[in-house]
Antibody, heavy 122, light 107 residues
């Protein structure tokens, strides 16, 4: 069974750093595309980043240069290193597996974690 | 960057109704559009890809259409479990962007 479990959220002061983890089971993180999406309290979804199986990474403008997506093959875990945190980074952070349809053109966000809450406040 | 605008932002409907949600892109995105459903406190669920193809297990009362800059999500014969917030997402180019969401409430 495919499962994703996020951890690492919590209360952090502005300017601080935090690393989120997304532990996967039932599939290999390194063989799949993986993404992070967040949702501020009472707000909509915001796509943050994707890590391709080949290693390429892409980011939303709001986090580029501050956040880094990575993975550990041995731990089968996806990470999001978050630096220079701001109040507006307060959100629930979700990781998701991104599969592709048979044409390989259309991503399928087919598995999601339960989310981990990050609160940036002094 | 491509901006996605959904309308309406919120709507109310009754069980059995047919509803349509619109998503517009600031530039053409072909059919690189997906729709998601999210219930309070839960992760999103991917409903539709390629603008009109249903993900496995999604009921056929959900349908999507459109291409270019205008897209629609239609839910026929609304069921109680369909009351949720719906988001469109474009993946034509990075950064990937979501619409702001449409909250569907029970009338």
């Amino acid at each position: 069974e495919v499962q994703l479990v996020e951890s690492g959220g919590g209360l952090i002061q502005p300017g601080g750093s935090l690393r989120l983890s997304c532990a996967a089971s039932g599939f290999a993180v390194s063989s799949n595309y993986m993404s992070w999406v967040r949702q501020a309290p009472g707000k909509g979804l915001e796509w943050l980043s994707v890590l391709y199986s080949g290693g390429s990474t892409y980011y939303a403008d709001s986090v580029k240069g501050r956040f880094t997506i990575s993975r550990d093959h041995s731990k089968n875990t996806l990470y999001l290193q978050m630096n220079s945190l701001r109040a507006e980074d307060t959100a629930v952070y979700y990781c998701a597996r991104v599969n592709y349809d048979s044409s390989a053109y259309y991503p399928l966000f087919d598995s999601w974690g339960q989310g981990t809450l990050v609160t940036v406040s002094s | 960057n491509i901006q996605m605008t959904q309308s309406p932002s919120a709507m109310s409907a009754s069980v059995g109704d047919r509803v349509t949600i619109t998503c517009r892109a600031t530039q053409g995105i072909s059919n690189y559009l997906a729709w998601f459903q999210q219930k309070p406190g839960k992760a999103p669920k991917h409903l539709i890809y390629a603008a009109s193809s249903l993900q496995n297990g999604v009921p056929s009362r959900f349908s999507g259409s459109g291409s270019g800059t205008e897209f629609t999500l239609t839910i026929s014969n609304l069921q109680p479990e369909d009351f949720a917030t719906y988001y469109c997402l474009q993946h034509n180019s990075f950064p990937i962007t979501f619409g702001q969401g449409t909250r569907l409430e029970i009338k």
